[in-house]
């Protein structure tokens, strides 16, 4: 199945074949007995893919990995791919009951999440989000209780204020994208359709306590690429404002204000809060410069993804745009639960060279074959702490020939304090050729991991995932 024309089907990005159950896991340190829950991420597996050069990493089946900690234990280990039709025929089963929209059968590979009592694996572009049960078995697809518009989003935020559920979708059919508000009983509420032209790919937003953003940016779905049997048809069109659109979250479509931008890319915000006068909004956020615009084939390589703070002016209408560091970063988090509100730290993935695309893939393709050039063994990968009011930054990297996916922050108790907690990621072990779940103490991120959870197997690099706490 693998091509050595495509890095991502190679070395460290290859998929695994085999779904584990393991239990009883070993642990180097001690695992706090306050992390009782599950660590699920999500991200692509493909099966069976019949042209192996013309595979993007973007659209492979998703499969979620998953560790259970209680009492101090890592009770077991799983990983399962995300049951859609075609994924059920090929596995030889029956295929899940349940609604479709548009006839997508997606196998959802970004994100999972649990909002009302479900545990939802979710993709962007139109298709709708899987029940998964709380051993990573597919339930089915899930439309909140039939009350879904149309699709739904890779990515959503739980307002901490109110428990809701908030989330952007788009789909390549439609001339809009879909503010969607889901109340606690896991049904949609509020649904908003903000025209847009030319199909933008909207990947992620920002939310405040009084404002929605919306990143229309120079990313688009490209028809002609469709026809030409592109499996990711997105492409960078230079021709195309970049934008900024503010929302009032109460408000219509038509109180959207639309904002220049410098041309750019976001896949991932940080967070977004308002000043204590309303007048201002600031935003954290991973920027590319440019992207797909080279190659859209196999995945970002354009430019390296770098942290920014934006400055909304409200009264004046602008946006002042302001590098924090210059290393390549991705995948930002926060506390989850200063989502809307004012936040200090963040923390994100340290990438090699250009980020998780050209210069990332070499790196995992010299450690399959055991050649790692001199130049990139002084990269690393890690995962930084930003003091986002100092500017000061805590490191704590790894192997360079291994990978470290995205930092989870969990709180050590309801109450802790912004940064008193926990940083989980999967971090892959060249020595032993398997992953290990690692936890920080993420108020010194330089200090020796608090615990190791040793899985038996590779977890393939990957997208995002969640803390899944018993009580949520």
């Known amino acids: 199945m693998t091509d050595r ?5 190679e070395g460290l990005f ?35 893919i019949e042209d192996p050069a013309a595979h993007h990493w973007f659209t492979g089946e998703g499969m979620v990995h998953g560790v259970r900690l209680r009492d101090g234990r890592a009770e077991w280990y799983r990983n399962r791919w995300v049951r859609s039709d075609a994924v059920a025929a090929r596995l030889g089963e029956k295929g899940p009951q349940g609604p479709r929209h548009l006839d997508m059968d997606s196998a959802p590979n970004t994100h999972v999440l649990r909002f009302a009592g479900r545990n939802l694996a979710t993709v962007e572009g139109g298709a709708l989000p899987y029940e998964l049960d709380q051993e990573l078995n597919t339930l089915g697809p899930f439309d909140f209780r039939g009350t879904l518009p149309g699709g739904f989003a890779a990515h959503s935020t739980v307002d901490p204020a109110t428990g809701e559920l908030h989330a952007v979708a788009y789909c390549w059919a439609y001339p809009y994208v879909q503010y969607l508000v889901a109340g606690l009983d896991g ?23 009084s404002y929605v953003l919306l990143y229309d940016l ?23 404002p970049a934008r900024l659109g503010v929302l009032p979250r109460g408000g219509p479509a038509e109180a959207v204000r639309w904002l220049e931008l410098d041309p750019c890319f976001v896949f991932h915000p940080m967070g977004a809060y308002e000043s204590a006068d309303g007048r201002t909004v600031t935003v954290h956020l991973v920027r ?3 992207l797909f615009d080279r190659n859209a084939r196999f995945g970002p390589d354009e430019a390296p993804p770098c942290l920014e703070r934006w400055t909304v ?7 002042r745009q ?14 989850p639960r200063r989502a809307t509100l004012e936040h200090r730290y963040g923390y994100g993935v340290l990438q090699p060279g250009d980020g998780y695309g050209a210069e990332r893939t070499r790196l995992h393709l010299a450690t399959s074959q055991d050649l790692i050039p001199q130049e990139m063994t002084q990269l690393g990968v890690g995962l930084v702490k ?8 805590q490191v704590h990297t790894f192997d360079p020939r291994g990978d470290v996916g995205e930092g989870v922050f969990v709180p050590a108790e309801r109450g802790a304090a912004e940064d008193d907690g926990w940083l989980l990621a999967y971090v892959f072990e060249p020595e032993r050729d398997a992953t290990d779940l690692v936890v920080l103490d993420s108020r010194d991120l330089t200090a020796e991991p608090v615990a190791r959870v040793h899985l038996p197997v590779r977890v393939p690099v990957g997208f995002h995932g969640n803390w899944l706490a018993d009580e949520d």
């Open 5 to 9: 024309n495509n890095p991502y089907l």
């Open 313 to 319: 002016d409200l009264t004046a209408g602008t946006v």
């Open 14 to 48: 290859a998929p695994v074949s085999e779904e584990i159950t393991a239990h009883d896991l070993n642990v180097t340190g001690r695992i706090p007995e306050a992390l009782t829950g599950r660590y699920l991420r999500n991200g692509p597996n493909p099966l069976n």
């Open 288 to 290: 590319y410069d440019k």
């Open 322 to 335: 302001e590098r924090l560091d210059d290393r390549p970063v991705e995948f930002p988090r926060i506390d």
């Open 386 to 393: 930003f003091d986002l009011a100092t500017g000061a930054t």
């Open 187 to 209: 049904r949609i509420k509020q649904r908003v359709d903000v025209p847009v032209e030319g199909g933008p790919m909207m990947h992620d937003f920002s939310l405040t306590a």
């Open 218 to 240: 120079p990313v688009v779905f490209d028809r002609e690429g469709v026809r030409g049997g592109d499996n990711f048809p997105y492409v960078w069109d230079p021709a195309r």
